[in-house]
């Protein structure tokens, strides 16, 4: 049975720091793709960052760029996201997902959610101004 379980949310002031982290268990893949999500009230989910389980290969949503850096730990079957310079607009529920499926070399890791078959139960983060 697949598991993503996030923690390392919280509540931060603006410029503040706070990192994420996704434990997984219950598949293995030579190369999938895990992504973090974030949803804000009245708002879509959107992909903050996405992250090739073999190569580490990254992308990231414009508006975080420089400022989070998603990463992993094959060992542990982890992914991190460490978010810095936190903004109010960052707040949201954010959630771990995992893609399912084997992704291919010249593939890219999707950034729509429908995409995603594994959800973890979602971490919330607080950004004060």
């Known amino acids: 049975q697949v598991q993503l379980v996030e923690s390392g949310g919280g509540s931060v002031q603006a410029g503040g720091s706070l990192r994420l982290s996704c434990a997984s268990s219950?598949?293995?893949?030579?190369?999938?793709?895990m992504a973090w999500f974030r949803q804000a009230p009245g708002k879509q989910r959107e992909a903050v960052a996405r992250?090739?389980?073999?190569?580490?290969?990254?992308m990231y949503l414009d508006f975080v760029k420089g400022r989070f850096i998603v990463s992993r730990d094959r060992d542990r079957n982890t992914v991190s996201l460490q978010m810095n310079n936190l903004q109010p607009e960052d707040s949201a529920m954010y959630y771990c997902?995992?893609?399912?499926?084997?992704?291919?070399?010249?593939?890219?890791?999707?950034?729509?959610?429908?995409?995603?078959?594994?959800w973890g139960q979602g971490t919330r983060v607080t950004v004060s101004s």
């Open positions: 992250i090739r389980t073999r190569t580490g290969s990254t």
């Open positions: 997902a995992a893609l399912g499926r084997e992704i291919y070399t010249g593939s890219v890791c999707p950034a729509t959610s429908g995409s995603y078959e594994y």
């Open positions: 219950g598949f293995t893949y030579t190369d999938t793709c």
